[in-house]
């Protein structure tokens, strides 16, 4: 399961990403749905990369794995407050809704592995299992993760998911500060 989180899943929704990023970029979003929208696209990431971080260093105890029910469940809420906010402002167009699809589904499918992995752990959060009783602990993955899986993981998802959000921000900003775009709120 976790080659298919590794393998499958984390890919498919980086390059899911990528190919919302460039949707934004033919759209307009600097000069459309501006700085708002894209500052939402960086809380989703953040929202994603904080539980994903967790899960890769640490062990999957209570609070981790609450962390991560946490930051898919905002996530998505993030993802819905997205789409309210664009829809009005630009063109959101079939492929891109189907590539939304996927930035929210995917998601909670890893989250859902997550949970299998560590099924005694979320078990142990609810009655009659444990009633909350888990391990409330905060320790080191051990094992920890090999170096070269933990480098391919960090290094692919600041490549196609930080820096394409970054330099989207940064475009949306520019075409603000310029006045070529809506202002803010």
């Known amino acids: 399961m976790w080659s298919l989180l590794g393998g499958v899943i984390l890919p498919l929704w980086l390059l899911a990403g990528v190919a919302d990023y460039v949707v934004h970029a ?15 696209h960086l809380l989703q990431t953040a ?33 819905y407050r997205d789409l309210r906010w664009a829809a009005p402002r630009r063109r959101i167009t ?7 699809a996927f930035l929210v589904v995917l998601p909670l499918a890893a989250f859902a592995l997550v949970v299998l992995l560590h099924w005694t752990a979320w078990r142990a959060l609810f009655p009659p299992y444990g009633g909350g009783l888990g391990d409330w ?49």
Not at 26 to 40: C, D, F, N, P, Q
């Open 137 to 185: 602990g905060l320790r080191w993955r051990q094992p920890q993760f090999p170096l070269a899986t933990l480098a391919a993981i960090l290094s692919a998802s600041m490549l196609l998911g930080v820096v394409p959000g970054v330099a989207e921000f940064g475009r949306t900003l520019s075409a603000r500060r310029r006045g070529d775009a809506p202002p803010a709120g």
């Open 94 to 100: 079939v492929f891109e809704q189907f590539v939304h």
């Open 26 to 40: 033919r759209t307009g979003i600097a000069y459309t749905s501006g700085v708002h929208e894209s500052a939402l």
């Open 47 to 79: 929202e994603i990369g904080v539980p994903m971080l967790a899960l890769l260093f640490l062990e999957a105890t209570a609070p981790v794995l609450l962390l991560a029910l946490a930051g898919v469940a905002a996530h998505t809420l993030t993802a």
